[in-house]
Each structure stands twice: as C-alpha cells, then as structure tokens.
C-alpha cells in the first residue's frame, strides 16, 4: 500500500530541497520565514501516501497559503519549583485575544490570521480523509491486542484542540478518547474552561491502547504520529493543549520534561501550543492541578475565553 520505492523517495526529496530553497529565498528577500519539517512529510510518505501531497502543501511549501496563526503570547516566568533556565524560551508575543484584526500585518513579527493554509485551494485534508486513509490500521503491533482503533473526537472546526498519549480500557471499548477517569477529569477542565467537550477536538499520540495501559514505545509512537500531524493539519486550531510528555514531546521534537515544558508556549507549524500537565498526572497528584489550571488560564486569555460556570 505505501509508495515508498526510490523514485517516490527521490521525488520527495527533490521537492522539499526546492521548498528550502524557496524558504531561504524568502527569508534573504525579508519575506515570511516558513518552516517545512520535512521528517513529517516523510513519514507522511510512508504511511499515507495518498495524503502526502496535500500535507506537504499545508505544512508549508512554496505555493501554500500563509500560515494562519499569530505567534504565541508571552511566556510565563517557570514555576517556583522548576530551574530558570530555559534554553528554548520563546520570544514574547502579545496574547491572540489582544491582536485587533487591522494590527495583523505580515512582516511586523507575527504571523497574519489569514485563512488557513490550502483553504483557498481546497487542499488541506479533511479529518474524514484522515481517518479514511487510516482506515483498519495495522501498521505496529497495537492493533493485535486493541478492540477500537480511538481516531479522536469533537469538532473538526475546533480553535482549540486537546491531545493526549494513547486510550486506556474504556476509550478501547467505547472508540472514543478521554472516557474514563482521566477523561472525567479532561472533561471538567474543558468545562471550567468555558467550552463544551463538542466545542473542541480530542485526540491521542498513538490511536490504540497500550496493553495494560503501558506507556506507547518509540516504533507505535511514529507510526501513528503522522496522523496525528495531519489530524491538526485538518483541523488548523488556533492552540493546541498537549496533555503530558508524550503529546508535547512528540508534537515539539523536544525531549524536555513536561516538568519544564508545561506553562510555557511553543509553537507547533504556526499553532501556538500549550503543554501541561497529563489529567491522569493529576489525578494521581491532585496538588499539581492549581499548576495545570493557570496553564488553561493562559490558553483562554489567548483565545479570549471567560471562565465556564462548570468549573
Ligand atoms: N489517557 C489518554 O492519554 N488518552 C485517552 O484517551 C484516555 C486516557
């Protein structure tokens, strides 16, 4: 099924050399500076390659459209108890809820709100073309011992899109992610938040469950991860919230622990995103939710969200 002779290689490869080119051509014309990550465009390649093209243009070659989202708001000094060092800061930005649509000028620092990458042409895949292109999937060995495939949840026009590691029992009986305790949990910080669970999208690093809810290994983890690039690809969310190491260490190609991680902003392909503390964590630490709930705090003020009254 996968196209991943030579020449398909080649083709690839020829391609994202004249994306650098171009990129690095805008960047010494004083132009928007692009970044194409190429190693997921190549996975991409590998496991979907029907969905390859239309990937690659959304992620940032040479004819897509502008990407759409601002820079991230400022980052938050590190908690008390963390190091301050942080050699990955960002640099300030002011909060998206702050920019007024006329002070979005292209080449004043920030990234336009313009339409999503593709829209004009249509080219950006659909959730549904995702989840079709994963179709029975038995790409690693998850889908052996798995009973659904968990694919995600929610609205596939979300500005704000949750993503955590991988489904636990009852998220593989009912297909569906965030379910069990942790998604109890999951469900009433989306609440306080001032959303209802269909107002945003949910979904995991590796789409079946871990046997024994042991932690997904590096192979299940590619695998799968290029779906779930494409999933936000889809979706184009203004943030992000990764949920624990693994959603932000693989959606940021950081190995930094969530420790240092959480609370502060990235930017993940132009989305701004958030990492913070896993629902299940904080189950088992009830303590770190005031930590976790200033990291949500930060997300509303950026997307300009009141408190919901099911805090
Ligand atoms: N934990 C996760 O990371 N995802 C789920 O869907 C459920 C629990």
Request: charged share 25%.
């Amino acid at each position: 099924m996968t196209d991943d002779t030579p020449e398909a290689s080649q083709d690839l490869s020829a391609l994202l050399d004249d994306v650098r080119r171009h990129l690095l051509w805008q960047e010494e014309a004083a132009g928007r500076v692009l970044m194409i990550d190429a190693k997921a465009a190549l996975e991409l390649q590998r496991s979907a390659p029907s969905l390859r093209a239309r990937f690659a243009r959304t992620q940032g070659t040479a004819d897509a459209a502008p990407q759409p989202r601002p820079e991230a708001p400022p980052a938050r000094g590190p908690p008390p108890s963390t190091p301050a060092a942080r050699p990955e800061a960002p640099l300030p930005r002011p909060p998206l809820a702050s920019l007024a649509p006329a002070s979005r000028t292209p080449g004043a620092g920030m990234r336009v709100d313009a339409p999503p990458p593709g829209a004009a042409t249509g080219e950006r895949p659909t959730l549904d073309e995702v989840r079709r292109e994963l179709g029975d999937c038995q790409r690693c060995k998850l889908c052996s011992t798995r009973k659904n495939l968990v694919f995600g949840s929610g609205n596939p026009r979300a500005e704000l899109v949750f993503v955590g590691e991988g489904p636990g029992e009852h998220e593989d009986l009912q297909g569906v992610p965030f379910v069990g305790a942790a998604g109890d949990l999951l469900t009433k910080m989306i609440g306080a938040m001032g959303y209802r669970r269909d107002d945003v999208y949910i979904c995991n690093v590796v789409k079946c469950r871990p046997p024994g809810n042991r932690n997904p290994e590096p192979e299940e983890i590619a695998s799968c991860e290029p779906f779930l690039r494409a999933q936000l690809a889809a979706i184009q969310p203004k943030v992000v919230v990764a949920l624990g190491k693994f959603a932000a260490q693989t959606l940021l190609r950081d190995s930094t622990p969530i420790t240092r991680l959480r609370g502060n902003w990235r930017t993940y392909e132009g989305i701004q995103l958030m990492p913070t503390f896993h629902p299940a964590y904080l189950l088992r630490s009830p303590a770190e939710k005031r930590k976790a709930w200033e990291d949500l705090q930060a997300v509303m003020k950026a997307l300009g969200k009141q408190p919901g009254s099911r805090a």
